[in-house]
């Protein structure tokens, strides 16, 4: 069974940064793409910034410049965010997506909780 175990949340201050890190159970390079996602309350789940096992990178605009998504070469996938600001507030997913015999499996972590205080 796969899990995902996000960590690195917490309350930072308007322009702090945070480094949120991603475990998976197994090897990262098993996924395709990993993602971070991020929902603050009554919005939908957006994505804000995922990497392939290529290493490609893709960012939501609201977060280029200032947030980075990098992957160690273990089982770890990190979210640096800096310059925070408070329409960053949400709960933060971690996602790996798998790509087998044309079938695509999704895998959550549990998220955690980013505050950032104007």
């Known amino acids: 069974q796969v899990q995902l175990v996000e960590s690195g949340g917490g309350l930072v201050q308007d322009g702090g940064s945070r480094r949120l890190s991603c475990r998976a159970s197994?090897?990262?390079?098993?996924?395709?793409?990993m993602g971070w996602y991020r929902q603050a309350p009554g919005n939908q789940r957006e994505l804000v910034a995922a990497?392939?096992?290529?290493?490609?990178t893709n960012y939501a605009d609201s977060v280029k410049g200032r947030f980075t998504i990098s992957k160690d070469e273990f089982n770890t996938v990190y979210l640096q965010m800096n310059s925070l600001k408070p329409e960053d507030t949400a709960v933060y997913y971690c996602?790996?997506?798998?790509?087998?015999?044309?079938?695509?499996?999704?895998?959550w972590g549990q998220g955690t909780q980013v505050t950032v205080s104007s």
């Open positions: 990497i392939t096992r290529g290493g490609s």
């Open positions: 197994g090897s990262i390079f098993s996924f395709n793409v």
């Open positions: 996602k790996g997506e798998q790509y087998n015999w044309g079938q695509k499996y999704d895998y």
